[in-house]
């Protein structure tokens, strides 16, 4: 059962533009998301997370939100650059392991 | 500062062969895991450890074996490879410091194709 959803496999922004990626997830336990960029050939790498205790956090120019009504959590790029063009994995744990999502390819256009 | 190094980077094997993806960290983690990444599937957690000689199943253990005997190192083992098992496997470990919520480090992946 895929506890962790990322419905669009692939986004396509214009360089300077918001990039807007999204995930959903099911099982209520989970307390802690994350969110890992990956560049062909590399495993993923972290990016940033978000504690359930929290609406927002922000880093530089990444920005995850979370809404934990709705299960869904989100991760802002503001501005896009061409080197943010990678997988994004949004990854979500309830201590014990850490579930992932399939992955959104994100293509930041010059 | 090697981080997480996972050897080999590519492999064939036939059906019915045996393989041990290897897999060693530097950075002194407590915790270690595997995950195998399909198309489109997303990272399914194989197995994981939480120190030395202590194991667990994940989501998809059926038709491998690990083992930690150090902190360093956590390999895989495939006794008989199965095409399903045709996949891209990636090693991680993490400081433990938030248990299974701390952000993990990964290697480059190791891609098997069984034929």
């Known amino acids: 059962d895929q506890q962790v959803k990322q419905n669009s496999p692939s986004l396509s922004v214009q360089e300077g533009r918001i990039s807007i990626l999204n995930c959903d997830y099911t099982n209520s336990m989970f307390d802690y998301f994350l969110w890992y960029k990956k560049y062909p050939a590399e495993g993923p790498t972290f990016l940033i997370s978000?504690?359930?205790?929290?609406d927002k956090n922000e880093d530089g120019r990444f920005t995850v939100f979370l809404n934990k009504s709705a299960k869904h959590l989100s991760l802002h790029i503001v501005p896009s650059q061409p080197g943010d063009s990678a997988v994004y994995f949004c990854a979500a744990s309830d201590n014990n392991d850490m579930r992932f999502g399939a992955g959104t390819r994100l293509t930041v256009k010059p | 500062n090697a981080g997480v190094t996972q050897t080999p980077k590519f492999r064939i094997l036939k059906i019915g062969q045996s393989m041990t993806l290897q897999c060693t960290q530097d950075?002194?983690?407590?915790?270690m895991y595997w995950y195998r990444q399909d198309p489109g599937m997303g990272l399914k957690l194989i197995y994981y450890s939480v120190g030395a000689g202590i194991t667990d199943k994940g989501e998809v253990p059926n038709g491998y074996n690990v083992s930690r005997s150090t902190t360093e190192d956590f390999p895989l083992r495939l006794e008989l490879a199965a095409p399903s098992q045709t996949s891209v496997y990636f090693c991680?470990?993490?400081?433990?410091?938030?248990?299974?919520?701390?952000?993990?480090?990964f290697g480059n992946g190791t891609r098997l194709t069984v034929t």
């Open positions: 978000i504690s359930s205790i929290k």
């Open positions: 991680a470990s993490s400081s433990g410091q938030a248990g299974g919520r701390s952000p993990l480090h």
């Open positions: 950075m002194n983690h407590n915790y």
